[in-house]
Each structure stands twice: as structure tokens, then as C-alpha cells.
């Protein structure tokens, strides 16, 4: 009632207004001569006034000089909105508004002059009545308004800031200007994400969000025609109202972004870069774009294995792990579109997410790699190991990233081409000769494999070792256990039928073979336990397996037309 020059009162009928000013706080005696003001509550802050030509909204209850009332904007449910100071309101109240704070609460008397004066106002009002109003202050703006941006936490570091056609993750609290929370994305715990600059916001949000960083914590305070204007939004939002938002700025990309990579640590040298179709190990940190973890290898304690450039990854991280070196640590940065998209994981990854991916490459290799072999021949170099010779040879064996996983107190012995060591460590040790030291790199195909060794070779490794080869025993020709070294007697047979029975037995014939190798006439194959040899010689020659041989199963390697393990 005390907003326009003509205003409509509960009773709809329309009374003229008149022009006011403004006095101090204590009441001069009856009758009065101005307008009085009493400050029943002024808030601790107050960061506008009231001036003339603002628009104000307020509530408000009218009464007389005895308390009774005679008109409530608390009755209709909606504040009195009103511009100050261009003859919409009654001349006392014009004048009386100005000065007032959000939230400022006044007892403003009127002498009638000011009011209704003595034509009053039909029954509701008498001719030359004192109005009391007792109004709260809730909204203050003024068409020359803008948005107003007050910045209260700002990260040290800040690479890159909102841009027009951004797409922004942000939470709110949105409030009006008294304070009332009218919405908030923290209670629907889901960031609101938009792009900016294009429309899809109201135009003071468009507006306040640029140039904020990720990180960043900003209030953004809009009048009502860059807000929600004339109509409000139908539910929370009162029309004409200004708007507070407390926001902090999650995320930021732009639909045409790449990834970004920024590489921390870089070995040197590094040999050999990865490509497409490269096998990769590696660990890695995973965090949104304000720092919030979502994933990690090392808590699992297990890199993470796979094939790069071939879609086992999302396409940003299949990219930003092109070019690494064993060793190298970088960070990766993935706009959604090359990531999770517009529908995230449905966990720990929003919708709309940019990823970081800090990476710690531990190794990697291509599946149509052979034994890396690097050292130098000694001087004197005339016998090099082969296939079934007997060797023994230090070793200091490390993953890629130099983790240690064994080495040789004493030598390891091994024959090679028996299968004793896994297929790399013999295609190394072939070729070597006596005091030659090798750096051998074993791709997991040729070691150890997809499975690894429970405790100490993770699945899909490459391995190192150092090798010195200490000391090399030729080994027999390949499919013979025993070789004499001379001429073979005619007499085998018998010398070796002890007891005369016409057959031979297992103590017969070990004791005669163990007999040759001392007096040196035979040789059994080195790197073998002897007695295993010579039973399976035994069980070669024992053709009908009844566990004893006679004249007729005994033959010589030479007279078989197969392959035997035999004389």
C-alpha cells in the first residue's frame, strides 16, 4: 500500500500519494510535523543503502498510533516492490526508505500531511491519521546495475580461465539478497555443468563465470533483469529479485580441446620412445580437475598393464602415452571427450569430467621384440657357448625401472638348450665365451610372461640382467647322454654282464658306464645328475620294459634309425 503514487489497498480501492523526507530516531511528541524513524534491527554488515531511484522490495505492516493494523504485506505473501524516489509511494515513505540496508528494520511514523492527509482513505484510513509502518528491507537494485563479482579464494597456480563456449562444472549456493537460500547444487550433491557464454545460463551467471579459474571461489551478485526479472521463476525466486551466488569452479574444457601433456621427469638417455601397439606397465594417479582423487594403481599395489594406441584405453590416455621412456613421469590431462563423456563412470567419475592422469611408466615392449643384447667380447675369444654346453654365470637381474628382483651368490648352472632358464636368458648366454659380461633385456614373451612370478616378476615384465659368464664345459652332441672317446669295445655287451646270465641289470650297467666316465673313455652330458642319466640310457636300451636287457634289445646310437637318449 505505501509503494505506488496510486496504490491499490486490500479493499482494491486506488489512494493518491504524496512526497516525504527523512528524520532522526527518536519520536517527537504528537503531532508531528515530519516523518520519525526508529531502527528496531540493523544488520552488523551493511554493503548498500538505499538511494533514490533504486527498486526495493520489503515487507511491511501498516498500523495506527494504538497498534491496530490496517494493511500487511505479510497477509498477501509477496513484498511490496517498488521504485524510491519517483512518486510511487506516499510522499513519507519516499522519503523514508532511503538510507535503509538488506535486512535493516525500521518503525517509520508519518504525519498525515505526508500520508493521507485529511481526505484519509474510505473507511480503512481517517482524515489526518499518523501511519506507523514497520517494514524489513530485502532487496536493493537499481537499473544501472551490473554484475558484481567479489573473488574470495583464487588457487596460486591457474593455467587457464573460462572462456566464452566453455563447458564448466560448478557448485552453488544460490540466495537472495536478504540471504534466503532459494537453491543449492551441494544438497543434490551433482555439480551443475553448462557451457558458458552461449545462452544456457541467465545472462548475469553467463556473465560471472568468466575468467574464473579452476579452484577459484567467487560470490557473483546480479540485479533481476540479468537474473529472473519480472516474473521470478514461478517457485523460489520472487520477482524482482537480485541473486547471490557462492560459487567455486570444479572443472573447465573446451569441446575442441586435446589432451595436454607436461612431462615432470624425463630419463636420460632414453633409448626408445613407445609407439602404437607397444605392451606398457605403468602406475598412475588419478584425479579430477580440482584434485579430487578418484583412482590410483599404486593403492592396489600393481601396475596397470595393457596395449596403447588400440582402444584397450580411453582415446586421450591411448594418446598421452605415445613418446614415453621407461621412467619417465608425466601428467596427463583429458577433456571428457576423449575420456568418460557426458555420462562419466557412474561412480567416481562425473558426467562431463576433465581427467588427470599423473604417470610413472615403469616398462613397456612390443610383442615382435627379440633379447636386447649389449656388452663386449674379451681379447681372447675363441670358445663361445652353444647349444648343450654346460655353463656357469653370474647374474644381477632388475625390472626396467631398476627394481631389483634377484642376483647369484654362487654361479648358476645351467645347460643350455635343456629349458633350465627361461628362452631369453639362453638366446643371451649363447655365443658368449669365458669372462664376456652381457646386459641382456628380455621382453615378457621370452621370460616370464603374463602370469610373472608370484612375489618377485610381476606378469608382462621386461627383465635386465647383467650377466659374466664364469665358466663353459662343451656339452655332447644333441640326443646323446654319454659319448665314448675312443674306439667302442666289440665286446660291450659282455664286459658289462657281469654275473654271465645273459642279461644285464641296472646296477650292472651303471657300475660299467660310471666305470668308463673314471677311466676316462666315456663322458656323460654335463649340467645332468649322473645316475638320472644312466637310468634313462638303461631305459632305452630295455626295449620290452621288463627291467632287464638282453644281447638282442642292446644296441649302439649308431644303429638306431631314431632318436634316442642312449650309447
Not at 538488506?102 to 491519521?129: F, H, T
Request: proline letters at 5%; aromatic letters at 10%; charged letters at 25%.
Amino acid at each position: 500500500m505505501p509503494l505506488y503514487r496510486y496504490i491499490i489497498t486490500i479493499s482494491g480501492m486506488i489512494l493518491p500519494a504524496i512526497l516525504v523526507t527523512f528524520v532522526a530516531c527518536n519520536a517527537p511528541p504528537v503531532p508531528l510535523d515530519d516523518i520519525v524513524i526508529e531502527k528496531t534491527f540493523t544488520p552488523e554488515r551493511c554493503d548498500r543503502m538505499v538511494k533514490s531511484g533504486d527498486f526495493v522490495r520489503y515487507h511491511y505492516i501498516g498500523m495506527f498510533p494504538d497498534g491496530k493494523k490496517f494493511d500487511s504485506s505479510y497477509d498477501r505473501g509477496t513484498t511490496y516492490n517498488v521504485f524510491v524516489g519517483r512518486k510511487q509511494l506516499i510522499a513519507g515513505m519516499d522519503k523514508a526508505l532511503v538510507g535503509m540496508c538488506v535486512n535493516e528494520r525500521w518503525m517509520i511514523k508519518i504525519p498525515p500531511q505526508l500520508a493521507y492527509g485529511k481526505d484519509g482513505y474510505g473507511d480503512i484510513i481517517p482524515a489526518d491519521s499518523i501511519l506507523h509502518f514497520d517494514v524489513l528491507m530485502l532487496d536493493i537494485w537499481n537499473t544501472e546495475d551490473k554484475v558484481q563479482i567479489k573473488t574470495y579464494h583464487k588457487p596460486e597456480s591457474c593455467v587457464r580461465t573460462v572462456q566464452v563456449s566453455d563447458y564448466v562444472r560448478y557448485h552453488y549456493n544460490g540466495t537472495l539478497l536478504d540471504g534466503t537460500l532459494f537453491d543449492s547444487s551441494h544438497t543434490r550433491m551433482r555439480t551443475y555443468d553448462t557451457y558458458v557464454g552461449i545462452g544456457w545460463l541467465i545472462a548475469g551467471m553467463d556473465q560471472g563465470l568468466l575468467g574464473m579459474c579452476v579452484g577459484e571461489k567467487r560470490i557473483i551478485t546480479m540485479p533481476p533483469f540479468l537474473g529472473y526479472g519480472e516474473k521470478g521463476d514461478g517457485s523460489d525466486i520472487p520477482a524482482q529479485a537480485s541473486l547471490v551466488f557462492d560459487v567455486i569452479l570444479l572443472d573447465l574444457h573446451n569441446p575442441k580441446d586435446e589432451i595436454t601433456v607436461e612431462v615432470q621427469s624425463l630419463p636420460d638417455p632414453c633409448p626408445r620412445k613407445s609407439q602404437v601397439g607397444d605392451f606398457m606397465r605403468y602406475h598412475y594417479n588419478g584425479s579430477l580437475l580440482d584434485g579430487t582423487f578418484f583412482d590410483s594403481s599404486y593403492s592396489r599395489n600393481r601396475t596397470y598393464d595393457t596395449y596403447i594406441g588400440k582402444g584397450y584405453v580411453i582415446t586421450g590416455m591411448d594418446k598421452g602415452l605415445l613418446g614415453v621412456c621407461v621412467g619417465e613421469h608425466r601428467r596427463i590431462v583429458i577433456p571428457p571427450h576423449l575420456a568418460y563423456g557426458e555420462e562419466g563412470t557412474g561412480t567416481k567419475i562425473p558426467g562431463s569430467a576433465v581427467l588427470v592422469f599423473d604417470v610413472h611408466i615403469i616398462d613397456f615392449h612390443n610383442p615382435s621384440d627379440i633379447v636386447e643384447i649389449t656388452g663386449v667380447k674379451p681379447e681372447n675369444c675363441t670358445h663361445n657357448a652353444k647349444r648343450g654346453d654346460f655353463v656357469k654365470y653370474h647374474y644381477n637381474a632388475t625390472l626396467m625401472d631398476g627394481t631389483y628382483i634377484g642376483s647369484t651368490c654362487v654361479t648358476y648352472d645351467v645347460v643350455l638348450g635343456a629349458g633350465q632358464v627361461v628362452i631369453g636368458m639362453e638366446q643371451g648366454l649363447i655365443g658368449m665365451c669365458v669372462g664376456e659380461k652381457r646386459r641382456l633385456v628380455i621382453p615378457p614373451h621370452l621370460a616370464y610372461g603374463e602370469q610373472g612370478v608370484d612375489g618377485e616378476v610381476p606378469g608382462s615384465a621386461v627383465l635386465v640382467f647383467d650377466v659374466e659368464l664364469v665358466d663353459l664345459e662343451d656339452g655332447l652332441p644333441e640326443g646323446y647322454m654319454f659319448v665314448w672317446n675312443g674306439d667302442v669295445s666289440p665286446n660291450l655287451f659282455s664286459e658289462m654282464d657281469k654275473n654271465k646270465d645273459a642279461q644285464v641289470d641296472t646296477t650292472e650297467f651303471s657300475d660299467y658306464i660310471l666305470q668308463q666316465v673314471e677311466e676316462g673313455k666315456g663322458r656323460l652330458a654335463p649340467g645332468f645328475e649322473p645316475q638320472r642319466i644312466i637310468q634313462n640310457m638303461y631305459d632305452n636300451q630295455d626295449r620290452n620294459k621288463d627291467g632287464r636287457i638282453t644281447e638282442d634289445e642292446f644296441k649302439l646310437k649308431a644303429d638306431e634309425a631314431g632318436s634316442h637318449d642312449e650309447l
